[in-house]
């Protein structure tokens, strides 16, 4: 169970956090199935439960294999991905632990190949958004809970969100 309805009791930060998503999902380049990769990969560095399993459900729905979103808690050992992913995956790693490298030159440099500047920008502001909710997830106890909703081909995990309520 939460420890508190975090939601409700500051929706205006709780709205800020959402406005910030919004803006990410609708006025920025970056691909869906990028920035699921790099919410999933912010979400196992910062053990929130509740965001790994929302955004593995988000990756399945833009039909990622099973594999592939398994094979992002070890991406640098798998051949899943492409040097663009790669390079965000470097960066979600790089700007989420900010206090072990302090994000350095190589780093800036390595992802800077693959991404223009605002995209690199919008990026950070991803990695940015997902952090703020993965603290709020796993300083409230944010519970992930899937259901099991069958449709006529095949049974689809439904979301039960205990974080909003």
């Given amino acids: 169970m939460s420890r508190l309805p975090y939601p409700k009791l500051a929706p205006g930060g709780y709205s800020a956090l959402q406005s910030l998503g ?37 990756l399945r729905k833009h039909h990622e294999p099973d594999s592939r979103i398994d094979a992002v808690a070890d991406w640098r050992g798998s051949d899943a991905f492409t040097p663009r992913e790669r390079a965000a995956l470097a960066w979600t790693e790089a700007v989420t632990d900010v206090n072990a490298s302090h994000v350095s030159d190589e780093e800036y440099a390595a992802v800077n190949e693959f991404f223009a500047e605002k995209d690199l920008v919008d990026l ?28 006529a081909e095949t049974a689809v995990p439904a979301a039960v969100e205990t974080a909003a309520e």
């Fill in 22 to 58: 919004h803006y990410i999902n609708t006025e920025t380049a970056l691909e869906p199935v990028l920035l699921g990769l790099v919410y999933l990969r912010a979400s196992q560095l910062n053990g929130c439960g509740y965001c790994i399993g929302l955004h593995s459900q988000e």
């Fill in 124 to 151: 950070t502001f991803a990695i940015a958004n997902i952090n703020a909710w993965n603290r709020m997830g796993v300083a409230f106890r944010a519970e992930w809970k899937a259901k099991v909703v069958a449709n």
